[in-house]
C-alpha cells in the first residue's frame, strides 16, 4: 500500500501499458468520484501588476482518491476525455467554481473573475452554451465573473465552428481567454477574427525569461501582440521575481505563478483574501 501510494502518479501514466482490467476500474473509480465527492477544486489566484489586486482565481481540480491520495488532472483529464466522463465532470467544476465566487462575493469580498478550464471535448458537446447558461443561473453568478479557458490548440481545429460557439458563449456576458499561447503558432490575422477577451502565455515562455537582458522576445512579443489587438494579457507559471520584473515592465497586465501564489484550498483561499481585504 505504501508503494502505490508513492507511486499515485505512475498508476495512470500510459506509458506503463496498464492493463485493460486495471484501467477499467480506474475509469469505474472516476466514474463514481463525481456522485461520492471525492473531487476538489484549488484556486490559484491572479494578481494584476498596475494595482497589485487579485482580479481572478483559476480553478484547478484534483481527485481524492481514498487510497492514492490527491491526484494530479494531467493524470485524469485525459482518461476523462477519451471516456466521455469529462463532461459530468467539467459540469461539476463548472458549477462548483461557479457556486464558490458567488460565495465569496456573497461573503463581502472584491468581485473577481472565477477563471475554468474547458476541455476541447466539452467545447464541442452542442449544448455546451446552454450548459454555461443553466450553470449561471442556478448559482446566481454575474456572467462577468466567469471565465472560460480554451487552449489555443482548441482554437484552431474548425475556425467557423470555434468562432460561432465563442460568439455564443460571449452573448451570455462571460470572458474567454486562450489558454497555453504560444504553443500553437496562431498567427495575428487568424486571432483576430476570436471574440476573446485575454490570452494566457503559456509557462514555457515564461520559464524561458532567466534575466533581464536574456533570450525573452517570445513573452514580450505576445505582449506586444496582444496589446495590437487590444487583448488583455496574462502571463502563468511565474516563478521569480526576474519574470515578474520583466513582464511588469513589458506591460503585461496580470500574472500568476508560484512567485504570487500556489493554487490554494478554498478555505485558504478565503482566509487570503481575508488578510489582504480585511473583510
Ligand atoms: P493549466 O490550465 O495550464 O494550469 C496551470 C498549471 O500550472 C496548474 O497545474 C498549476 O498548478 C500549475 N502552476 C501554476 N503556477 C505555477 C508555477 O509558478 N510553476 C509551475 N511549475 N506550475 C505552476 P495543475 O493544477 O496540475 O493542472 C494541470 C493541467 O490540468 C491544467 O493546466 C489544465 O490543462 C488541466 N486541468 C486542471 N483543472 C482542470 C479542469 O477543471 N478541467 C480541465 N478540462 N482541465 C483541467
Ligand atoms: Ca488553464
Ligand atoms: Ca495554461
Ligand atoms: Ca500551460
Redesign the pocket.
Known amino acids: 500500500a505504501k508503494e502505490s501510494h508513492r507511486n499515485q502518479y505512475e498508476f495512470f501514466t500510459p506509458t506503463m501499458s496498464v492493463q485493460a482490467s486495471e484501467r477499467h476500474t480506474i475509469e469505474q473509480e472516476l466514474r463514481k468520484a463525481v456522485e461520492r465527492n471525492e473531487l476538489l ?2 484556486y ?1 489566484p491572479q494578481l494584476q501588476f498596475e494595482t497589485g489586486q487579485i482580479t481572478g482565481v ?5 481527485w481524492l482518491h481514498p487510497k492514492r491520495g490527491l491526484v ?3 493524470e485524469f ?1 485525459p482518461l ?2 477519451e471516456t466521455g466522463i ?1 463532461i459530468p ?2 459540469e461539476w ?1 463548472l458549477r462548483t ?1 461557479c457556486q464558490q465566487n458567488k460565495a465569496w462575493q456573497d461573503a463581502g469580498f472584491a468581485p473577481m473573475r472565477v477563471a ?4 476541447a471535448y ?1 467545447f464541442k458537446q452542442a449544448n455546451i452554451v446552454q450548459v454555461v447558461a443553466d450553470i449561471l443561473h442556478e448559482t446566481g453568478l454575474h456572467p462577468a465573473y466567469l471565465e472560460l ?1 480554451i ?1 489555443e490548440s482548441v482554437a484552431m481545429q474548425n475556425a467557423k465552428q470555434v468562432i460561432g460557439t465563442l460568439e455564443e458563449l460571449k452573448k451570455l456576458g462571460i470572458q474567454v481567454s486562450i ?2 499561447f504560444g504553443t500553437g503558432y496562431s498567427s495575428l490575422s487568424y486571432l483576430r477574427s476570436f471574440p476573446i477577451d485575454r490570452l ?1 502565455i ?2 514555457s515562455f ?2 524561458d525569461i532567466t534575466s533581464t537582458q536574456g533570450e525573452t522576445t517570445i513573452a514580450a512579443s505576445i505582449i506586444a501582440m496582444a496589446q495590437s489587438l487590444n487583448l488583455e494579457v496574462i502571463a ?4 521569480t521575481e526576474v519574470q515578474f520584473e520583466f513582464l511588469k515592465n513589458k506591460g503585461c497586465h496580470e500574472m ?4 504570487f501564489s ?2 490554494l484550498l478554498k478555505e485558504d483561499m478565503t482566509g487570503r483574501l481575508a488578510s489582504i481585504q480585511g473583510v
Do not use: C, H, W
Open positions: 477544486l484549488m490559484q483559476e480553478a484547478l481540480v484534483r494530479s488532472p494531467t483529464i476523462a476525455e469529462i465532470l467539467g467544476v467554481a475554468v478550464n474547458l476541455s466539452q479557458e487552449t489558454d497555453d494566457k503559456d509557462r515564461v520559464n502563468e507559471g511565474v516563478e500568476q505563478g508560484y512567485f500556489k493554487p
